[in-house]
């Protein structure tokens, strides 16, 4: 693989994080990154601060609601201790039916997330709707505070644990050698990894887009980016869901991104 200098590494993460960094100052500075706890699986019995949130509008219910919920923040940096973080650190966050966002956790620790475990809407003793249960639990992640349009933002539900890991870590199978189709990784990486893979990087809720094969072999251009818009029109029932916030203009960075990663299989 094609080195990459630590400045342009880092220029390339911030842009696909959406977070500035001071590129003045060393960040990498002939040492490994700082060592990423191990999988964190999320335990109610551990978790502190059990309090009743509300917020005013739920990107999955499209309404109102409150719930009981534990902080984010405080439990993760009790988890971190007082160990030293890489400054393009993720958190990635593990669902049950393989569903893998990521956030950078400077962002995380300046939001005010919350492990929400309960509507309070529902009868004592019931934690979500019947139709809800199986998916929901154990816990949804919420941002009361955060504004619904902006899809920084993960929430995710049926979330079981979370991951520390640096993004030059998590990312780096995935990475292209070829720099002019960093803007594509970088939109792939914000709107497809979160539920495909690329070289087993990203989630397992829907198919592998690299390894074996890479999906610009056995798909055409024009019915990749149909399908893209309108799965229903090629797979009766198909769970995803048509990508609106994707253009055309941004499907091609996308698409280049892609082909070139054809010919790179790692593992």
Not at 203 to 210: F, K, Q, T
Request: charge should be negative; glycine fraction near 4%.
């Amino acid at each position: 693989m094609k080195k990459y200098s630590e400045q342009l590494l880092l220029l390339s993460f911030a842009a696909m994080l959406h977070f500035s960094f001071d590129t003045h100052r060393p960040v990498i500075a002939d040492k490994e990154p700082a060592a990423a706890p191990s999988l964190w699986s999320l335990n109610a019995e551990q978790l502190k601060g059990d309090t009743l949130i509300h917020v005013a509008y739920d990107p999955f219910f499209k309404k109102d609601m409150s719930y009981k919920a534990f902080p984010l923040k405080e439990n993760l940096m009790m988890v971190m201790g007082e160990q030293e973080m890489s400054p393009d650190m993720q958190v990635i966050f593990h669902c049950t039916d393989g569903y893998r966002p990521h956030m950078p956790l400077q962002q995380v620790l300046k939001s005010n997330g919350f492990l929400a475990y309960r509507d309070v809407s529902l009868e004592e003793g019931q934690e979500w709707a019947d139709s809800l249960s199986s998916k929901f639990s154990p816990f949804y992640l919420v941002w009361p505070e955060a504004d619904h349009n902006d899809k920084t933002f993960a929430t995710p539900y049926g979330l079981a644990s979370i991951e520390l890991k640096p993004a030059s870590v998590e990312f780096s199978a995935a990475l292209p050698d070829d720099d002019t189709v960093i803007q594509g990784f970088e939109l792939f990486s914000n709107t497809c990894m979160r539920c495909h893979s690329m070289n087993k990087v990203g989630g397992s809720m829907a198919p592998e887009l690299n390894y074996p094969k890479n999906i610009t072999e056995y798909w055409t251009k024009e019915n990749i980016w149909a399908f893209i818009q309108a799965p229903t029109s090629f797979r009766f029932n198909s769970k995803m869901p048509p990508m609106t916030a994707i253009d055309e203009a941004e499907f091609e960075k996308i698409y280049d991104y892609l082909v070139a990663m054809k010919d790179i299989k790692r593992q």
